[in-house]
């Protein structure tokens, strides 16, 4: 009985941390853009790396954590070139009309922009019509980016 209770407990906030997260423009579970990690990394080392808490910047509300204080000074420059298209959602997702979490390990930089996706198996999809997936995701974004 407590076992179950417990189960429920930690579904019930585990559904409420994903709800919350997505009434923001900015995927962030608890607080924290890209689930922790550096944005810049992407782009300079090429792979997802977790960022450090201690070196971090606060931008459209959520936090930025970075592996390195050059990358946070990167991110502080020019936060639009870093930040992930779509808040840090799904670009699968958006492309259907609607926000979804994302995985750090299912992303790509297409044109100089960093987009993720929920999943490495959603990225496939994705990558089959990224293009058009790319501009249906860019129209509908304008419509659910402030929606919950």
Not at 1 to 23: G, I, P
Not at 37 to 55: E, L
Not at 121 to 148: E, Y
Request: proline residues 6%.
């Amino acid at each position: 009985m407590k076992t179950n209770l417990l189960r429920l407990l930690v579904l019930a906030l585990l559904c409420a941390n994903t709800a919350f997260a997505q009434q923001s423009a900015v995927f962030a579970p608890d607080g924290k853009a890209l689930r922790g990690y550096d944005p810049v990394a992407y782009f300079t080392q090429n792979q997802p790396t977790k960022g450090d808490s201690a070196i971090s910047f606060v931008y459209q509300g959520a936090n930025w954590y970075f592996a390195s204080p050059e990358n946070r000074d990167t991110f502080k420059d020019n936060p639009e070139k870093y930040a992930p298209q779509y808040g840090g959602y799904c670009a699968y997702g958006t492309s259907e009309g609607h926000k979804a979490p994302t995985q750090p390990d299912a992303w790509a930089i297409v044109g100089d922009k960093l987009y993720l996706n929920y999943n490495t198996k959603v990225k496939t999809l994705w990558d089959k019509q990224r293009d058009g997936r790319i501009q249906k995701a860019n129209q509908q974004w304008l419509s659910i980016k402030d929606k919950p």
